[in-house]
């Protein structure tokens, strides 16, 4: 080869064993016929090359480190192998980036560790991209496909090859993944996930683990995914290829068999799987010849569980499955039977009692006796008779193990076709992307038919790889009209001619099978004689059964041994019939033949191309037929198919590149990779570009580049492309060596390297200039510097030194006056200090003898008392044990017995009869307690008697006793009596010793009592000075804890905000979500009305609103029933939890509830028909007064009162039981703790004031039912008086006003409830308020009716005061006087027994009575809380009711008196004018119902912004307010609700019609908010009317409630805002990375680098659509000038560029994250201008505020990172401590990716990435690279009320809207 460059320092590739290629420099210029290169080696050792004369062959040269790393290798200057496998080297290894392009090829290294570049974010960000745009990816060649696809109507092709463990199985995943999310399908199958759930099943039965890879495929596959015209996944189908059978039963050394059998065993302990018999994959012959079953990090029990639920996702049955384990199981146990030969050796046998061959037979449903027969047997059938022959072991074992490959294979075949059915859509396919996962070229050590077959398809697939590219370079070349002349390339037809033309290697092989006799030693005879002159065909030296041939990528010797067995796939018919026979339908069909086997073929055209769903190889026929097909034919036909199929698309190539054999991550082995990157094809294209022009430039991008070695005359020329001619004829002398096309410069190799080399020399050339000049300049500059100093200096130094000279002297004479003093004191001093040193020890001393006397007698004190204390302790401790123990027992037993009776009395309490005897009870119940005291009065009375006789009894034996004892005394001869007297003696003393010591121990114990009183008072001093010291330290410490409590809450106040963003966000999400869902309905709706096309009516789908059930009126009917269902519920669920409840009564309950709701149904129809009635007749009778009315008002009183009573009593008895339990438990948990008087007094106090609260409201509900009586009765006798239904009268016994017709409307159905069942849930109409009312009385008649009876039960059980049973009957005050007066009674016991809280033992019992009661009033609270909102809905619900039957009698009146005026109109005799007096506009509009559809159209459907250009902004949303006001005003809630309806529709279908115009967008957000604000400001509440004017006030709604209209009208301006920003991001994010990152905002700063293949392809356009910063800023400019035009409020647009600029952000990071050509220092710099423009903008708009610059921080710092110093150690720690908004990834990341753009720059040192991954390895970051570029922040509209009041505004003509009348 020519070199350009033969000086010294030309660097050069040079061959090296371990290395493959090493680089050196010459140290020697080079002269030709040199028989030696003088090189110096990287590591500095010198090296004599010895070169080759006649050959001339000189080293390759290498690349400028410029060009090193480049994105695809035809951007290199030097195309050859070295410079090849280097870039690829330094890529992987420094940084870390898997994928490279190669011209039309992406070159995929296998990491072997799992990269975070495949999230969503990542597809995200690739889609829409064009391809040489951004960093090489599979996801780019995937958005190339379908992109090219959509735009040229042409399938497309994905064909990934490697060999094993090189990744291609991911690659194809991970593509596919891409298409699924990219392409997702229109309708609801999701068959985008049924794509994606076929791998799973794909890699159980098809991979395996070899010595290279552990999930490698051994099989082929060609997925093609369907599309329809919107380029919508619709469908995909599966073809596979060549499946390697002989694993299935044979695995070498560290290899498994296909996953499914490990992952089937390892499930073998599920309940479903112990038919199957499994045990251990060891336990297998079949898994277990490879050694290690598992496979590290691979849970085989989990994989199976995806697989099963991928089976189940693509729409296996169950049983299905189940079946298709069943047979993978037989294949386990079949390989397992234990064969013994005979000793003939001809013949074997099969144990009938083998377990395994069992569990084969059953789980295939065969018979056991003849599989047992035909395994060791064979039929021999001849012309004349048919033999049955015995085989030997050898033969057994193999047709064995050929069953078991037949029947996988066919299992294979069977998944397969049900996958394909999955995937099978009855749509139209309008195209499709096809992705090709098939084996690379194989070369083994011992090479068989497999590897035979792997490599011929390899030969086929590089013979149309080599024609694509070769088709590629031409169509470049002559669109850019430059002169080519024809490129030899390597054509591999005769290699493929020698294996499938006739008489080839396949078609000797398939006539050698049919030879009954054949054998592979004849076979590979008659290929040597064959084809033995053949240049691709060798015969080796050593072998007669071998043979070499020389493919595209190396020669390969196959092994003739065993390719005749291989291809005749050999399986008895006599065993395959047997398997027909089976009793189960899956495996019988797994083996009947095909009737149909002929393959389906395509279409050249895209658009009609149909391939048949079907696995490529044909299912197997019996083996007796004459034309069966062989493998290799079946795969000679399959691979043809194939490649029709892949000519018909446009094909994109993946070549995956296995980096080292270890598996080590990120380990590179050059012989490895140059061996693949030769196999692969990889080097061809390289050396196809190589021959023509491999460098390209744009005439722009070259100007840029090489702009220097312009001279300064041509650049006044503004001809870019003359300029560019100029140049390169002068600095180019060889017109060969460029071309210029019609938009690039092409070159040939190694021009770009000269073109660096001279630009370099230039700019090092003006740099030695610079450094010259610059160091000239210095150097004087320090000169004059050092003069002047100097200078100074000596002026400086003279003064110092006379002025020190000076101060000397002084300083000595000081000196001496000085020490003079200082000895003196010195001396004086250390005599004082010895003398207090000598009084200081003798007081220590002294005190140290006081100090252990003292101690020594107090220690003798405190023991004495300590064992005093003790003694006296466990004295009553022991005696506290037995009393606690007394207490638990007594209080167990009495819990018990409450228990018990609490349940019979609630079980007796739900029975209907106790509902009737309830007041018997009750009376029964005083009697019986009446009754039950008298008997413990009279038992009391006995018991008193009994111990009156017994202390009698006792007296009278005293008295006996003494009279014996005296009648001893008295007889002192008898021996008794002197015993007796000794014994009293001897007790005598005993007493007075025990006197003595008693006496001693007082006095010893009054000592130290003394002492101890003196000691309590010293420690009480010391307890004071300590509580002065705490208080010192509180006070310090609170001053400390303020700032510490500030900054938590700061934190807090933090945390809180944060979890408020993350709540708004998931709640506009879902906003999001539920649009997106109602447009999708929309859509699918206007799709379905097309499709119809039936003449005929058709409803309007503006009248179905989805904002209806958003209602703020619901459906009476409806919401009545379900809340009554509901509160039914409730009770049935209560008691079946509190006890059993019989089914019976429940049914019964059923049944009364279903007859009570038809009763109600029958009596409203009854009402509707009376109320008609008295529309029609004309009643005249006499008013009655007042005065008439009074005594049956009072009746009425007296019989809700007597109600109000008897419903208090039935609910005494069960509540009363309850508490008296809780109380009881409570006491006997908490004994040990002891209660007071105080809280029994507070108990009462508390239940005294809930009492008093109780009877308030109980009045308050007597008084509205009396108001309810008298009310009606008003009503029927004001009908005839006034005719007017509308007036209103006085009503007494009322403290606020009730309307009238709401309370004759609630009295109706408290009458029509009473008249038809005692059933309270029926107090009205839905039956809420009865709920709520009696729900309110239970809870607190609690308090009223168990606290009596518990305490007299306490006062019992404490004998304070005798228990007084008339106190529970009393109800009302005089139960509290009554309680208040025991109280008292409890106290003055307590006093006179001289009892304390302790000793009582109850004062636990009232702690807890305090608890339970504390509990109770806070249960009231709840439930009065609860009554009051119940008795507002149901007022709201009586008000509409009576608002609904107003209307109908207005509208009948006004129906009367308009026929009453036509018959009196013919009566006038002249014309009458009324005139109409003047009045204020009180800020309302009129219109009619039937002019609701205009008003909706002319101010909202058809409105344009610009007729409003000049008007009130917000205008619109006035006038609707307006319109609501006078609704509201004429207390017409359907007209509100109707308006409002419209409003909505209208405004969601402008901006579905205008969803991509930002201008209305904004239009009706900035209405759409204002209002809101107006709903809010107008509403009547107060915290929106701080800002109003007394004539703003006047303009609040009067009737109406709107707040769920509020939250409708909130969401749909949380939906226009996202269409809003949706829009403007669609706006600006086309102009986002040309403007930030491509366009030189900074002149001249930036250079181009050269660039490769990639930056012409096909998905470019050809124009320009390069944007700069202006067009960014003029963009939102517009934005900000509409929004601002048209009224939005300024916080709404704070937030919108907040979100824009966060938008900015992240799509220029991501693409700088993804592109390796804009990190440079350069692009950091542009970065900071254009991000310094923006925030001056921001600025300028006074948005500074908004919060923009802080999504900007990121960006920013990257931007600072690209310009850092990258170095040392200190660089390090700036770049951790100043980039803390990016990531570790996202830092890693940016630095892997630095560039220089010239050779005065350096690129980052992988030992400097290591030390920043060290330093930020703390950090816990997410493991996501890019930023989420569809984020969006949650929106908050702050209420902004406005200052306009309605009667202020003006109405233009230009909006048609005479109709509207101002009020």
């Not at 957000?1565 to 604000?1573: A, D, F, P, V």
Request: aromatic content about 8%; proline content about 3%.
């Amino acid at each position: 080869m020519q070199w350009p460059v033969t000086r010294e320092c030309t660097r050069v590739w040079i061959p090296d064993p371990d290395e493959v290629w090493r680089s050196a420099e010459l140290t020697k210029n080079y002269k030709e016929g040199d028989k030696s290169l003088q090189l110096r080696l990287e590591d500095e050792t010198i090296l004599e090359y010895p070169i080759d004369v006649q050959c001339n062959q000189l080293p390759f040269l290498r690349n400028p480190d410029i060009l090193v790393g480049e994105n695809d290798l035809t951007a290199l200057s030097y195309l050859h192998e070295p410079a090849v496998l280097h870039n690829l080297k330094v890529r992987f290894l420094e940084s870390n980036h898997i994928y490279t392009y190669c011209g039309i090829v992406l070159v995929a290294i296998n990491p072997y560790e799992q990269l975070p570049i495949y999230g969503q974010d990542v597809i995200y960000a690739y889609s829409g991209q064009n391809m040489g745009d951004m960093d090489p990816h599979i996801f780019a060649v995937a958005e190339e496909a379908y992109k090219q696809m959509a735009r040229d109507e042409k399938n497309q092709s994905i064909i990934v090859s490697g060999e094993s463990g090189a990744g291609k199985t991911v690659s194809a995943k991970y593509a596919m993944r891409y298409f699924a999310t990219v392409g997702g399908s229109a309708s609801e199958t999701n068959i985008e996930e049924k794509v994606l759930a076929s791998s799973p099943i794909m890699e159980a039965i098809g991979n395996a683990k070899t010595t290279r890879n552990d999930n490698s495929s051994r099989f082929g596959k060609y997925i093609q995914i369907g599309f329809d015209k919107r380029y919508h996944i619709i469908g995909a189908n599966m073809r596979t290829y060549l499946l390697e059978k002989s694993r299935v039963v044979f695995q070498a050394d560290d290899e498994r068999n296909y996953h499914i059998f490990y992952q089937l065993c390892a499930a073998a302990g599920l309940p479903e799987f112990k038919e199957l018999a499994l045990t251990s994959a060891e336990d297998f012959f079949y898994t277990s010849q490879g050694g290690d079953t598992s496979i590290e990090g691979v849970d085989d029990a989990e994989d199976f569980e995806k697989t099963r639920q991928a089976f189940t996702l693509l729409g296996v049955r169950e049983s299905h499955q189940i079946s298709v384990f069943k047979i993978i199981a037989s294949i386990l146990h079949l390989g397992s039977v234990e064969i013994q030969a005979e000793r003939d050796g001809d013949s074997c046998s099969i144990s009938p009692q083998d377990e395994h061959l069992s569990n084969f037979c059953r789980l295939l449903g065969v018979e056991h006796s003849q599989m047992e027969h035909w395994l060791c047997h064979r039929k021999l059938v001849t012309t004349s008779e048919t033999y049955v022959k015995t085989m030997s072991l050898q033969q057994v074992i193999n047709a064995r193990n050929a069953l078991a490959k037949h029947i996988y294979a066919q299992l294979f075949s069977w998944i397969v076709e049900h996958i394909n059915k999955a995937l099978h859509t009855s749509l139209k396919q309008h195209s499709f992307i096809g992705v090709l996962d098939i084996y690379g070229f194989e070369t083994f050590e011992v090479n068989s038919f497999e590897q035979f077959c792997i490599n011929y398809a390899n030969e086929k697939l590089q013979q149309q790889f080599n024609s694509h590219v070769f088709k590629l370079e031409q169509e470049e070349y002559m669109k850019e009209q430059i002169p080519w002349t024809l490129i030899d390339f390597y054509d591999n037809q005769p290699c493929i001619d020698l294996i499938e033309a006739k008489l080839g290697i396949l078609d000797l092989l398939d006539e050698e099978c049919k030879v009954p006799k054949g054998t592979d030693q004849n076979w590979a005879q008659k290929l040597y004689d064959r084809h033995s002159s053949s240049q691709h065909f060798q015969k080796p030296r050593m072998s007669n059964t071998a043979f070499i041939i020389v493919h595209f990528a190396d020669k390969v010797e196959y092994l003739s041994d065993g390719f005749l067995e291989k291809n005749r796939d050999t399986v008895y018919e006599e065993q395959i019939n047997i398997l027909k026979a089976s009793k189960f339908p899956l495996v019988a069909d797994l083996f009947h033949d095909d009737k149909d086997p002929v393959p389906a073929t395509t279409s050249g055209k895209g658009s009609s191309s149909k391939i048949s769903v079907r696995s490529a190889r044909p299912p197997m026929k019996a083996s007796n037929k004459e034309h069966k097909k062989t493998v290799g034919h079946q795969f000679r036909t399959s691979l043809h198919l194939l490649m029709e199929t892949l000519n018909a698309t446009t094909p994109h190539y993946v070549r995956c590149i296995k980096p080292n054999d270890e598996k080590l991550p990120f380990h590179f082995d050059p012989k490895r990779a140059v061996q693949q990157l030769r196999a692969c094809g990889v080097l061809e294209t390289i050396r196809i570009s190589a021959a023509g022009y491999p460098s390209r430039w744009a005439y722009h991008d070259f100007f840029n580049r090489y702009r220097v070695l312009v001279k300064k005359r041509e650049l006044a020329n503004t001809d870019k492309k003359a300029i560019c001619r100029s140049v390169l004829e002068n600095l180019i002398k060889d017109p060969d060596k460029f071309q210029f096309g019609r938009t690039k410069i092409f070159f040939r190799a190694g021009q770009v390297a000269y073109l660096e080399k001279l630009r370099a020399d230039k700019f090092r050339t003006a740099t030695i200039m610079i450094q010259k000049t610059v160091r000239g300049w210095l150097q004087k500059v320090k000169y004059r510097r050092l003069k002047r100093a100097t200078l100074t200096l000596q002026r400086y130094c003279r003064g110092h030194l006379a002025r020190r000279l000076a101060e000397h002297l002084r300083r000595t004479r000081a000196a001496v006056v000085l020490q003079k003093h200082y000895r003196m004191q010195r001396a004086r001093q250390a005599y004082q200090r010895v003398r207090r040193a000598a009084v200081v020890i003798q007081a220590f001393t002294r005190a140290m003898f006081v100090r252990r006397t003292y101690r020594q007698i107090l220690m003798e004190h405190k023991a004495t008392t300590i064992q005093k204390h003790v003694r006296g302790w466990m004295a009553r401790r022991h005696f506290r044990q037995l009393r606690d123990a007394a207490i638990v027992i007594q209080c167990a037993f009495r819990m018990l017995k409450a228990r018990q009776e609490l349940k019979a009395l609630r079980i007796e309490a739900r029975s209907a009869e106790h509902l009737k005897r309830l007041n018997v009870g009750m009376e029964n119940k005083v009697v019986q307690l009446q009754r039950k005291i008298d008997e413990q009065n009279k038992e009391f009375k006995t018991l008193s008697e009994q111990l009156s006789v017994t202390t009698s009894t006792y007296t009278m034996e005293v008295e006996r006793l003494k009279k014996e004892l005296a009648h001893y005394q008295q007889s002192p001869g008898e021996d008794p009596s002197l015993s007796l007297q000794e014994e009293v003696e001897s007790l005598r003393m005993e007493l007075q010793r025990a006197h003595s010591e008693r006496k001693i121990l007082e006095d010893a114990h009054s000592r130290e009592k003394d002492e101890l009183r003196k000691r309590v008072a010293d420690l009480e001093q010391e307890n004071a000075l300590l509580k002065d010291e705490k208080e010192q330290l509180n006070n310090q410490i609170l001053c400390q804890s303020k700032d510490e409590f500030a900054q938590n809450s700061a934190k807090e106040n933090l945390l809180m905000k944060k979890e408020l963003e993350e709540e708004r966000s998931r709640y506009q999400n879902l906003v999001k979500e539920y649009s997106q869902l109602e447009q999708r309905y929309d859509n699918l709706r206007d799709e379905m009305t097309i499709i119809k096309q039936t003449p005929g009516h058709r409803r309007n789908p503006s009248n179905q609103s989805s904002l209806e059930s958003d209602s703020n009126y619901p459906s009476i009917s409806t919401s009545d029933i379900g809340d009554t269902e509901d509160a039914l519920q409730q009770v049935e669920e209560i008691g079946l939890e509190k006890a059993a409840m019989d089914m019976t009564v429940f049914l019964k309950l059923q049944k009364r509830v279903r007859e009570l709701e038809q009763e109600r149904k029958k009596l409203q129809v009854q009402l509707e028909k009376r109320e008609q009635q008295d529309s029609k007749k004309v009643q005249v009778e006499p008013p009655q007064t007042d005065i008439d009315l009074d005594p049956d008002t009072d009746l009425a009183y007296n019989s809700l009162k007597r109600q109000e009573l008897e419903s208090e009593n039935k609910k005494l008895k069960n509540d009363l039981n309850e508490l008296r339990k809780a109380v009881a438990d409570q006491a006997m948990q908490n004994n040990s703790s002891h209660g007071s008087p105080d809280s029994y007094s507070l108990l009462l106090n508390q239940l005294k004031l809930a009492h008093e609260e109780l009877e308030v409201r109980k009045e308050e509900v007597l008084i509205l039912r009396t108001q309810i009586v008298s009310a009606d009765q008003r009503r029927l006798a004001g009908r005839n008086a006034e005719p007017n239904i509308n007036a209103r009268s006085s009503w007494p016994n009322s403290e606020k006003h009730v309307d009238q017709e709401d309370a004759i409307e609630a009295y109706h159905g408290v009458c029509q409830t009473n008249s038809k069942t005692e059933d309270w849930g029926y107090l009205n109409e839905d039956g809420e308020l009865g709920l709520a009312y009696q729900g309110l009385k239970q809870v607190a008649r609690i308090s009223q009716k168990c606290l009596p009876d518990v305490c007299c039960w306490l006062c019992s059980k404490c004998n304070l005061c005798p228990p007084e049973p008339a106190i529970s009957t009393c109800a009302g005050p005089d139960l509290w006087d009554s309680l208040e007066l025991m109280a008292a009674k409890c106290s003055a016991c307590a006093l006179t027994s001289g009892l304390t809280a302790p000793s009582w033992g109850c004062g636990e019992v009232f702690k807890v009575m305090v608890e339970k009661t504390s509990e109770i009033l806070d249960l009231v609270a709840l439930d009065l809380k609860e009554l009051v909102e119940k008795l507002e809905k149901n007022e709201r619900k009586l008000k509409k009711q009576l608002k609904i039957y107003m209307k109908k009698a207005q509208d009948l009146e006004a129906a009367q008196a308009l026929a009453q005026s036509e018959r009196k109109r013919h009566e006038l005799n002249r014309q009458v004018t009324v005139q109409r007096k003047e009045k204020d506009f009180q800020g309302m509009l009129e219109y009619h119902k039937e002019d609701e559809a205009l008003l909706i159209r002319n101010l909202v459907t058809d409105l344009k912004p610009q007729m409003l250009s000049g008007a009130v902004p917000c205008l619109p949303a006035y006038i609707l307010y307006m319109c609501i006001r006078h609704a509201d005003y004429a207390n017409d809630d359907l007209k509100v609700h109707s308006l409002l309806t419209s409003t909505i529709n209208g405004i969601k279908k402008v901006l579905k019609k205008h969803n991509d115009d930002f201008e209305m967008t904004s239009f009706w957000l900035s209405n759409t908010c204002r209002l809101l604000h107006c709903l809010k400001q107008y509403s009547g509440d107060e915290g929106f009317m701080t800002q109003n004017t007394a004539k703003q006030n006047e303009h609040c709604l009067k009737n109406f409630d709107l707040t769920e209209y509020r939250q409708v009208l909130s969401d749909l301006s949380i939906q226009i805002y996202q269409q809003l920003i949706k829009i403007a991001e669609g706006m600006l994010q086309p102009m986002i990375v040309s403007a930030m990152l491509e366009n030189e905002s900074i002149q001249g700063l930036s250079g181009v680098k050269p660039t490769g293949y990639r930056k012409r392809s096909s998905s470019m356009a050809d124009g320009d659509n390069s944007y700069c910063l202006e067009a960014i800023i003029r963009q939102m400019n517009a934005f900000h000038t509409v929004m601002c035009d048209q009224g939005l409020d300024p916080e709404i647009i704070l937030q919108v560029f907040k979100q824009l600029f966060y938008m900015i952000n992240a799509v220029t990071l991501n693409n700088l994250l993804l592109r390796k050509d804009v990190c440079s220092w350069s692009t950091g710099m542009q970065l900071r201008y254009n991000i310094s423009q923006l925030e001056e903008w921001l600025r300028g708009r006074n948005l500074h505020q908004s919060g923009a610059v802080q999504t900007m921080e990121p960006l920013i710092q990257a931007a600072q990172l690209l310009q850092l110093k990258k170095k040392t150690q200190e660089d390090a720690e700036a770049i951790c401590s100043l980039c803390t908004s990016l990531s570790t990834q996202q830092i890693v990341k940016i630095l892997n990716l630095y560039t220089p753009l010239n050779e005065f720059e350096e690129r980052v040192t992988v030992a400097f990435i290591r030390t920043i991954q060290a330093q930020l390895q703390e950090r816990n970051d997410p493991q996501q690279l890019l930023l989420d570029a569809k984020h969006m922040f949650p929106v908050v509209f702050p209420f902004n009320p406005s200052s306009l009041t309605m009667d202020s505004i003006h109405i233009p003509a230009c909006l048609n809207l005479e109709f509207l009348n101002e009020v």
